[in-house]
């Protein structure tokens, strides 16, 4: 069954990717001991194998040296001291490769599993650990069933593989009051070596069975109810209010640096009331003319007013002025199929400025023809 949180709510949902962040940083993050146990055995059963032979024979030097001790020595006051340092500098070095192996897996094996972290919350002390009633519920309660379990099989499983590694190596061990010292220590070395690691390997099969219960169980105690769901989606992205606020601030910024590009425009063509776009065209940097304002309604008004306070031209040709606002967005250049209509239009706004400085006949007004296929903008009812 789910467990439940304090308002009763089953915690049905899996947790999401921030919880899981969060409860990291407070130091929950799934740990297996069996993993750093047989990490940790198996190599220091390794480490007797490769390093054995070199730390019994680096032993057994430091004990020569220890127990042949000349007359001279004897009789001085400091040899005591020198010689008890030089054989506890060669027992750590004898020791030191050994050591070092373990020093590196007692520091990775814990974080194998869950990876690395640092929380200072769960350096905290915890007051309802002292509790007795929670502790027994602890002691009895699936977790500590399933620890008590784990130990039992391991203490079963180590014990049946260690009688039957002794049972089988007992005629080597016997031989080992036949050998010289010096080949026994290097014998008895590989048969200690030997027999930790196959007592080692015995722990594969716990470490098997514990690494994914472990995984499971701390997903499980991360389970979330549908409502915290719901709540760190909004801590996410935000009130709906919030996220409606910030887009119309976006867009009223938008509308601002749009208006400020009409007055550079060189027509406002408009429809002549719903909708107004206004182009601009410089052979010297753009290929084909551009889009720098469109709006519909208010923001068309908008347009249209700020264009007329400039003294930007306007054209009225509703057909071109939709096919622009629903084909064009901004700073964009006009479609390929619409060249030929604006062309007509910009032509006819510079024989416009032209005969305002030189007093020719006034052009004539051009029809701009909207091709076949920009028809469904003109007319809504064809937009399906």
Same mark, same amino acid.
């Given at each position: ?10 915690? =049905? ?91 590196? %897996? ?56 260690? =009688? ?9 061990? #016997? ?51 549908? #409502? ?13 209010? %919030?996220?409606?606020?910030?887009? #119309? ?19 406002? %063509? =408009? ?56 084909? =064009? ?40 023809? %909207? ?14």
């Amino acid at each position: 069954m789910a467990g439940e949180n304090a308002d009763g709510e089953e915690k =049905t949902e899996a947790p999401t990717a921030k919880h899981r962040q969060e409860a990291k940083e407070q130091g929950q993050v799934p740990r297996s001991r069996e993993l750093t146990t047989l990490l940790a055995m198996l190599s220091a059963a390794g480490g007797l194998l490769i390093f054995g032979n070199y730390m019994i024979e680096s032993l057994a030097d430091a004990l020569r040296q220890g127990l042949h001790v000349g007359r001279g020595v004897i009789f001085d006051p400091q040899a005591p001291i020198r010689l008890l340092r030089e054989m506890i500098g060669k027992g750590l070095w004898a020791v030191g490769p050994l050591a070092l192996v373990l020093l590196l %897996v007692a520091l990775v094996a814990p974080v194998a599993l869950g990876g690395w972290t640092f929380s200072a919350k769960a350096l905290m002390p915890k007051f309802s650990k002292l509790d007795p009633i929670e502790g027994l519920k602890r002691m009895f309660g699936v977790h500590g069933l399933v620890e008590l379990g784990k130990s039992l099989a391991k203490v079963a499983l180590v014990a049946l593989v260690g =009688t039957y590694v002794l049972w089988h190596s007992l005629d080597d061990f #016997q031989a080992l009051a036949a050998e010289a010292l010096h080949p026994a220590l290097q014998h008895a070395a590989r048969l200690f070596s030997n027999t930790f690691l196959m007592l080692a390997t015995a722990l594969i099969f716990i470490a098997l069975v514990d690494v994914p219960y472990q995984l499971w169980d701390h997903t499980r105690k991360l389970r979330m109810t549908k #409502q915290e769901i719901k709540d760190e989606l909004k801590q996410t992205e935000g009130k709906p209010e %919030v996220k409606g606020r910030i887009r #119309q601030l976006q867009q009223q910024a938008a509308q601002g640096r749009m208006m400020e590009q009409v007055p550079k425009a060189d027509v406002v %063509v =408009t429809n002549p009331t719903h909708f107004a776009v206004a182009l601009r065209y410089d052979p010297l940097h753009m290929r084909a003319p551009q889009l720098m304002a469109k709006g519909t309604d208010l923001i068309a008004q908008r347009i249209r007013r700020l264009a007329e306070d400039n003294g930007v031209p306007l054209f009225e040709a509703p057909p071109l002025a939709r096919a622009l606002h629903y084909t =064009t967005e901004l700073d964009q250049e006009v479609p390929a199929g619409l060249y030929l209509a604006v062309a007509q239009v910009l032509a006819y706004i510079y024989q416009l400025r032209s005969r305002n400085r030189e007093g020719p006949a006034r052009p004539k007004r051009p029809e701009p023809v %909207v091709p076949e296929e920009f028809l469904k903008y003109v007319h809504p009812r064809r937009r399906r």
